[in-house]
């Protein structure tokens, strides 16, 4: 779907970078995008700009990107962007504007009540390039009658507590595994990544070298691909993305679910899920280095280093991620990147009572990446998923991961050069 909106506003001239009472905002099709769109005459006449909306899906938005950045392209002002996905590598090719002194000098804007952890994400080299505008964090979804059935009070609280209930729950109820989570080699990598920091491990050492054969990180490797091998689905696949492994969770076919909390209404809602009266959410369990969740930005917002009107596309931002539209996205089921938002009360009005508190033990210990933060995302996910995968066929993960090691720090390598 792409639509071009040229909303009328007080301060004329006509559209196009010949104008700059014009912004050109490029945005991709989400909830977030349709309730801005919603707003913006208001944000038209506070300001007596025009906006312009390009919405595109997300395979039509990264094609626009890689061709109209790689030509430095001026018609572009506002990018709507994965800062995981295209992140480092827009940056790292200074297609994004700086916008450290423009976000740290507007009081009104509070740049401090964004959360630490997807602000680093949108961050490079210590400049502020991006702003977060759409989080998610993992939590637990298990199902309270399951718990209850197995003589359970209380969801895991740690990861052993997790494995000790799983195999529980699936040893009382045939047919029912304990755990069910992603094993497609990219795929899981989002899902694991909260193990492998709760075991303590990462990705990348602070040297900026791969840390995947650490201790810690073969540990969670062996965990994950363990706790599937063992008490997850019969004959479970090695190529299951999110929407498979929710699908065997909703059909009541698993006791424990990790996954990201912006899916939960496909648990709860009764026309997508046989058990949405038994689904509760608990924070994610703590390992050896605690409960360390990601607490990752899905979308933010940046300027376009060509655009000749970085000014107005700012005061765009500065509206559009500003406290009054954050709150009210976080209203409309849209998990928001501001510190505000989740403690007011009207922000978490509308999730579920479980769900809003096990989101604030990942605002409070989360971390700000699911994946490596490198600029060819899709190639590293690659390399560092494949352990998961041996894992959960039987192979050796220790062994795995220092050949994931060795093949990811020639990557990292290469990627410096």
Known sequence: MTTALALSA???????????????VTLVNHVWTENVR???????????L???????????????????????????????????????????????????????????????DFQEAPVGATTYEDKVVGIPIITEQQVLYYRKDLLEKSGFSAPPATLDELKTQAAKIEAD????????????????????SSFLYSFGGDFVDASGNSAVNSAAAKQAYAYYGGLLRDHG???VSTDMSWSEAMAIFTQGQAAFYPEANSLY????????????????????????????????????????????????????IEWAAGKTQALEQQKSGVPGARTSVWENPEG???????????????????????RPLVERVAQAREIVGQPIVDAITGRDAGA??????????????????
């Not at 007080?10 to 014009?22: A, I, P, V």
């Not at 919603?38 to 007596?48: H, I």
């Not at 800062?83 to 000098?105: C, H, I, M, S, V």
Request: hydrophobic share 35%.
């Open 173 to 192: 109820n045939s047919g029912v595994a304990g755990f069910v989570a992603r094993t497609g080699k990219a795929a899981a990598v989002t899902q694991f």
């Open 233 to 235: 689905p019969n004959n």
């Open 265 to 316: 209404k496909n648990a709860t809602d009764p026309s997508k899920s046989r058990v949405a009266e038994n689904v509760g959410f608990a924070p994610f369990p703590a390992g050896p280095a605690g409960s360390k969740p990601y607490n990752i930005p899905s979308w933010g917002l940046a300027v376009n280093e060509s655009s000749p009107n970085k000014d107005n596309a700012w005061k765009f």
């Open 348 to 370: 978490t009005s509308t999730y579920p009572e479980d769900m809003a508190d096990a989101i604030t033990v990942s605002l409070a210990n989360g971390v700000g990446h699911d």
């Open 38 to 48: 919603a707003a913006l005459p208001e944000f038209e006449q506070q300001t007596g």
């Open 50 to 112: 025009k906006v312009e909306v390009t919405q595109l899906g997300e395979d039509q938005l990264s094609d626009q990107y890689n061709v109209k950045l790689n030509a430095g392209s001026d018609d572009l002002d506002v990018m709507m962007y994965r800062p995981l996905q295209e992140g480092q590598l827009f940056a790292k090719n200074r297609y994004l504007a700086d916008l450290t002194d423009k976000a740290n000098g507007s009081s009104e804007f509070d740049f401090a």
């Open 400 to 417: 795995s991961a220092d050949t994931a090691h060795e093949a990811f720090q020639k990557f990292l390598d290469d990627e410096a050069r």
């Open 10 to 24: 007080c301060g004329g001239g006509g559209s196009g970078s010949g104008d700059s009472n014009t912004v050109r």
